[in-house]
């Protein structure tokens, strides 16, 4: 995770502020789980015993997709990684990052695509579903800074596969003061 630094100096006020940006990526730092637990992707949801995702991306030539895109490809500039549950390729997998926000919000933008479809939360909350949902080459994005909160959040994704390659690929950027 980044964390750049901005100070605003706004001259003449007296008022400088500080903001910081976090960016949360997929990779094996996310748990992963092939079973649905109650209340899987709620912040209060104990994922201990879950292990980490694997990095799925180097398995893409093993399922004949040929030419296969990079993340950057679909999420410019990202250092996120195609990630599931296991090399088995479930047909479908709970993925779980808590992260932490230390200042009130400024924007927060999540970024995502799975192949082939998925089901994403912030804290619970259900986000909408968009087009990209069932086309793995289009990445959806949403608005999530008012579902983020200062202090403990958690992204979740409900990932499923309808055969061959599997990944889910997500970005969370977060502007936040300090």
Do not use: C
């Amino acid at each position: 995770m980044d964390n750049p630094t901005v100070s605003i100096d706004l001259s003449g006020t007296g008022i400088t502020t500080t903001i910081d940006t976090l960016s949360v990526v997929t990779d094996t730092s996310w748990k992963a789980s092939g079973v649905v637990e109650t209340n899987w992707q709620e912040l209060s949801f104990d994922d201990s015993t879950w292990p980490n995702a694997v990095d799925d991306g180097p398995n893409m030539i093993i399922h004949d997709v040929s030419n296969p895109p990079e993340p950057g490809d679909l999420i410019p500039g990202t250092t996120a990684k195609f990630i599931w549950e296991s090399n088995t390729y479930d047909n479908e997998v709970f993925l779980r990052k808590k992260i932490n926000i230390d200042g009130p919000i400024v924007s927060a933008v999540l970024k995502i695509t799975v192949d082939n479809n998925f089901t994403s939360y912030i804290n619970g909350s259900e986000l909408p579903e968009m087009a990209g949902k069932y086309d793995w080459t289009t990445v959806d994005q949403y608005d999530v800074s008012e579902i983020l909160q200062s202090g403990e959040n958690v992204i979740a994704i409900h990932a499923k596969n309808a055969g061959g390659y599997v990944g889910a690929l997500a970005e969370l950027i977060i502007q936040y003061n300090n």
